[in-house]
């Protein structure tokens, strides 16, 4: 007699339970193939963000790396500091505004978060073989409803204040 297959776990998961799990399981992920290269997934997310704006032509200031990154601006603050104490990362005034730090990458920093990246692109590519691959229709599609859902308002005392009396 065949055993039966164990039940399919997103029968009985909520998505808000497997988007919780999916993250979680990125950012460990993340955090154990930069981890040799010296630094956090946060610090990545960081870096890789700020290596894309750069190519941009972008010198963001700590607020819009915050902005960008989804992270709060006192924890961009407190990433960028140990950056450039690991000489990843220049902080300096931003000449329009005294109040603001603009950030760029070192020529160290350009280096590492190039490596780091090309790691990510290969972590990438594993989580979206199931969906064909990062080229398949279904993994960009997946990339556009991630977007949407990001872009969607998201504010648990909105509806908290409808409850009460």
């Known amino acids: ?38 630094m956090t997934h946060a610090q990545y997310a960081l870096l890789a963000s700020l290596y894309g704006m750069a190519r ?9 790396l915050a902005d960008h990154t989804g992270l709060e601006p006192l924890y961009v603050s407190k990433l960028a500091r140990a950056l450039e ?9 931003d000449p329009d505004d005294p109040r603001a730090m603009q950030l760029s990458l070192t020529e160290q920093g350009h280096e590492v978060t190039g490596r780091a990246i090309t790691m990510v692109q290969q972590l990438l590519d594993q989580l979206l073989e199931p969906l064909g691959g990062q080229d398949d229709p279904r993994a960009r599609q997946f990339t556009r409803d991630l ?17 009460q009396p």
């Open 85 to 93: 104490s690991s000489s990843l990362v220049a902080r300096t005034r």
């Open 147 to 163: 977007a949407t859902l990001l872009d969607a308002p998201l504010d648990p005392y909105s509806e908290n204040e409808k409850e």
């Open 1 to 38: 007699m065949t055993p039966a297959p164990p039940p399919d776990p997103s029968e009985e998961a909520t998505t808000g339970f497997l988007v919780w799990r999916l993250s979680t399981k990125w950012r460990v992920a993340v955090d154990r193939a930069v981890a040799p290269l010296g």
């Open 56 to 64: 941009a032509g972008r010198r963001p200031s700590q607020r819009q």
